[in-house]
Nanobody, 123 residues
């Protein structure tokens, strides 16, 4: 599985961005998908995840109520809608795929990673 993330950019505090992650290969619904982020000098952290069907989602407390993860299995794409952005959301955002449809938050459980897209939120 190859993943291509896009949609990052520079936005002001309170603004919105939508990240996309396109996956190659078949049977996209067999993979749980997650979004992670890594800020300068910090470890990579879980942001949001969705099960293979898209019926189960989970969010980090820091983004709950502001971010929404969704997926379109017909298009092999997962999205992260980010609203009410804050400067502390500034990071490189990565999408990842797990070879199991059950969603999990542990970074080490994900098998495939995209290249990352930079999100910068100015104050």
């Amino acid at each position: 599985v190859q993943l291509q993330a896009s949609g990052g950019g520079l936005v002001q505090t309170g603004g919105s961005l939508r990240l996309s992650c396109a996956a190659s290969g078949r049977a996209f619904s067999n993979y749980a998908m997650g979004w992670f982020r890594q800020a300068p000098g910090k470890e990579r952290e879980f942001v949001a995840g969705t099960s293979g069907s898209g019926l189960t989602t989970y969010y980090a407390d820091s983004v709950k109520g502001r971010f929404t993860i969704s997926r379109d299995n017909a298009k092999n794409t997962v999205y992260l809608q980010m609203n009410s952005l804050k400067p502390e959301d500034t990071a490189v955002y990565f999408c990842a795929a797990r070879s199991n449809p059950l969603m999990i938050i542990r970074t080490e459980e994900y098998d495939y990673w995209g290249q990352g897209t930079l999100v910068t939120v100015s104050s």
